[in-house]
């Protein structure tokens, strides 16, 4: 019942492409030191974030990754959803899956109720606002929290 | 992001017991055959729930397992725990550990008020609720849903 670490790692990286300027370019390098992503991990992250149509690579000598979606239009659950496909917080939410005991099972009713309460708050902020309230919170002097 | 069979099968268990009257004790297989949980998976949920001290083993003729706890007093993440221990929907949320990025991470905050809000809704009815739930299920004549 945990994120798993591709798509914790999705989400930093998101947020992070949504701070730069509209355009912004960065290498795999420095996406990795500023989100503190293992580059090797962070490879097949951004293969996946590629294939979403989230970003794109170019190459050259001023090479690198860039936003390709307005992330005013995408929240936390849709990078999820893109490196590790549907959610379904138990088995039997699954799209397709039919469970014999739904019918009368009062556990089911508690499984939606729960998955939809937390994609709620998953939904409640685009990664553009993220991105906006972290760079706000790095221009702060740091706290202890 | 999903629960573990471990769980979701000590859930069904949990209720289950639930639904017996007091002091009622069910074997293994039945218990197995109630629940649709394999026999051998189900042999490792049991024993997290008596080292939990939510059931217990009788031996000899009529043994079998019964709940030792009023299951009016536990929910769904109390069996969760029993099994698979805290509840933290991404490591950053994990009890101990302390993340370096929390002071300014936006995505915080979100992951912190998803498992709020999915916890509340787990907790919202104790297992003996969700026994008499479903029982009144199955007295019901089934309808497709």
């Known amino acids: 019942m945990q994120l798993t670490r591709a798509a914790d790692y999705a989400v930093r990286a998101m947020i992070h492409f949504a701070t730069l300027p509209p355009g912004g370019r960065i290498t795999h390098k420095a996406l990795a030191e500023a989100t503190g992503v293992p580059q090797s991990f ?34 936390i659950v849709d990078v999820i959803q893109a490196v590790d496909g549907p959610i379904a917080l138990n088995l039997c939410l699954m799209s397709g899956k039919t469970c014999n005991e739904r019918a009368w099972c009062a556990a089911h009713t508690v499984w939606t109720r729960a998955q939809q309460a937390m994609l709620s ?8 606002d993220l991105a906006a309230q972290t760079a706000s919170n790095k221009a702060q002097p740091a706290t202890a929290q």
């Open 42 to 75: 962070l490879a097949k992250v951004l293969q996946a974030l590629v294939r979403a149509g989230f970003v794109v690579s170019r190459r050259g000598l001023e090479g690198g990754f860039e936003l390709s979606i307005d992330s005013t239009r995408i929240s």
């Open 121 to 128: 708050e998953l939904c409640s902020a685009s990664i553009a």
